[in-house]
């Protein structure tokens, strides 16, 4: 398993997410502009509204842009025997020390799912309430989660 080909999958992922939202963008700013978008009163707010979500959309557009920019400037490198830190694939095992959840802990783009040699970790970010349990910590230490309202301690099994 390598994280290059990782973190170029969660970089696809984003390209995709960036390219739809340009589009969706593109047709809130062009439904906003349109004149048959004008009021005809003043409880018609239709135009008013596509600008408020074309102007949502540009914000989302530019912050994922960021984010791709982050995930290209990240260095890609061994934790091992280091502490948890931006760029770290962590697995957590259960009390049968079996591992039950993969991590990449990236710098956006949480939630997403990225798989290699079959193998699958959701991306979190250090700002997440796991990411902020996680950051700092080593293998061998433990992180507790809200599951269905009941706390489960896990171990970290391993960091990478």
Same mark, same amino acid.
């Given at each position: 398993?390598?994280?290059?080909?990782?973190?170029?999958?969660? =970089?696809?992922?984003?390209? *995709?997410e960036?390219? +739809? !939202?340009?589009?969706?963008?593109?047709?809130?700013?062009?439904? $906003?502009?349109?004149?048959?978008?004008?009021?005809?009163?003043?409880?018609?707010?239709?135009?008013?509204?596509?600008?408020?979500?074309?102007?949502?959309?540009?914000?989302?557009?530019?912050? =994922?842009?960021?984010?791709? *920019?982050a995930?290209? +400037? !990240?260095?890609?490198r061994?934790?091992?025997?280091a502490?948890? $830190?931006?760029?770290?694939?962590?697995?957590?095992?259960?009390?049968?020390?079996?591992?039950?959840?993969?991590?990449?802990?990236?710098?956006?783009?949480?939630?997403?799912?990225?798989?290699?040699?079959?193998?699958?970790?959701?991306v979190?970010?250090?700002?997440?309430?796991?990411?902020?349990?996680?950051?700092?910590?080593?293998?061998?230490?433990?992180?507790?989660?809200?599951?269905?309202?009941?706390t489960?301690?896990?171990?970290?099994?391993?960091?990478?």
């Amino acid at each position: 398993m390598t994280k290059k080909l990782l973190f170029a999958q969660v =970089l696809a992922y984003l390209q *995709q997410e960036w390219e +739809n !939202l340009v589009q969706a963008a593109k047709e809130a700013h062009s439904t $906003a502009t349109h004149p048959e978008s004008a009021a005809e009163n003043k409880y018609d707010t239709f135009g008013l509204e596509a600008a408020y979500l074309a102007e949502g959309l540009s914000r989302r557009v530019a912050e =994922l842009k960021q984010t791709m *920019q982050a995930y290209s +400037n !990240l260095p890609l490198r061994d934790f091992k025997g280091a502490n948890i $830190a931006l760029g770290a694939l962590v697995e957590l095992a259960d009390k049968n020390n079996q591992v039950v959840h993969r991590f990449l802990i990236g710098p956006g783009g949480a939630g997403a799912t990225v798989t290699e040699s079959g193998i699958t970790y959701k991306v979190i970010t250090p700002s997440s309430p796991l990411g902020q349990q996680l950051i700092g910590k080593e293998e061998g230490d433990e992180v507790n989660l809200l599951i269905n309202g009941s706390t489960i301690t896990f171990e970290i099994y391993s960091v990478y």
